[in-house]
C-alpha cells in the first residue's frame, strides 16, 4: 500500500475550501439533486462516504443514519458536525485518506463518494479500499467528474486550468480518466451513465454516475 503521501491540511485553503462548499451546498442540490435522489433511495442504516466534505449528501440520507465519513481534511470537519447535527444524522468522522481506510474487510452494504475521485491521491488504491470494504452485493455509490473526450473543447479548457485548479481546490484533478478507473477495478456489475452537467464550473462538466455492485 502507498502511504508515502499524506493528505495536506493547508491553513489557508483548507477553510477556504470549507467555506466555498458550505455556501454553495443549496447549488449543488439544484445541480446534483435529483440524481443523488435515485442513487440514495432505499440505503441502508449505516452508509461509508469517502470525502464528505461540508457534508452535501446529509440531507439526501434517512434521519438517524449511521454515517461513517471519511474525511482527511480537518477543515471539513466543524461543518460536517453542524450538517450531522441539522439532518439528524449519526456520525463518526475518521481522519483518514480514502486510500488508507481503517474498516475491516466486507463489512458495509453502501459506500459513496460524490466529486472526491477528482482529488485523491491514488484513485485506484481508493476503490480497492471501497471494494474491500464492501459485503458481497454491496453497493458502490458514486457522482464523479471526469476527463473530457479527447480533442474536444472542453479537454482543451480542462487541461488549460488544471494547473491553478488543482492549486486551489486542493489536489482536484479535472482531467482524470475516472471512468476508466471505475470499469478497471473489476466490480460485478457497473451501471455507469456518462453525461454533461452544464454549470459555470467548465472544467467539471463532463460527468459519471452510477452504482457499482462488487
Ligand atoms: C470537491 S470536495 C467534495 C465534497 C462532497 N463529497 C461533495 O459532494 O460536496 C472533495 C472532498 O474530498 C476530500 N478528499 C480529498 N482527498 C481525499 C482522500 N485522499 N481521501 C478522502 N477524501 C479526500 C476533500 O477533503 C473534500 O472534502
Not at 65 to 91: C, F, Q, V
Not at 123 to 141: A, D, E, H, T
Not at 197 to 204: D, E, K, N, Q, V
Request: aromatic content about 10%; proline content about 5%.
Amino acid at each position: 500500500m502507498n502511504m508515502s503521501k499524506e493528505f495536506n491540511n493547508n491553513t489557508i485553503r483548507g477553510p477556504i475550501n470549507a467555506f466555498i462548499f458550505k455556501i454553495l451546498s443549496g447549488y449543488l442540490d439544484r445541480l446534483f439533486g435529483s440524481a443523488k435522489r435515485v442513487l440514495f433511495k432505499g440505503h441502508p442504516e449505516t452508509i461509508v462516504e469517502i470525502g464528505p466534505g461540508t457534508g452535501a449528501n446529509m440531507r439526501y440520507l434517512k434521519k438517524g443514519t449511521r454515517l461513517i465519513a471519511i474525511e482527511p481534511n480537518i477543515y471539513m470537519h466543524n461543518n460536517l458536525k453542524k450538517s450531522a447535527d441539522r439532518y439528524g444524522i449519526d456520525l463518526e468522522i475518521k481522519s483518514l485518506m480514502g486510500e488508507a481506510i481503517d474498516l475491516p474487510d466486507a463489512s458495509y452494504d453502501f459506500v459513496v463518494s460524490t466529486l472526491v475521485l477528482c482529488s485523491v491521491h491514488d484513485p485506484l488504491q481508493c476503490l480497492q479500499q471501497i471494494k474491500r470494504i464492501l459485503k458481497p452485493s454491496g453497493v458502490f455509490v458514486f457522482i464523479e467528474h471526469v476527463r473530457a473526450r479527447e480533442n474536444s473543447v472542453l479537454a482543451f479548457i480542462q487541461n488549460l486550468i488544471h494547473k491553478p485548479w488543482h492549486w486551489f481546490f486542493e489536489g482536484c484533478h479535472t482531467n482524470r480518466d475516472t471512468k476508466q478507473l471505475l470499469e478497471s477495478i473489476g466490480f460485478t456489475k457497473l451501471e455507469l451513465e456518462s453525461y454533461n452537467l452544464y454549470s459555470p464550473f467548465i472544467p467539471i462538466i463532463p460527468q459519471v454516475r452510477g452504482r457499482a455492485i462488487k
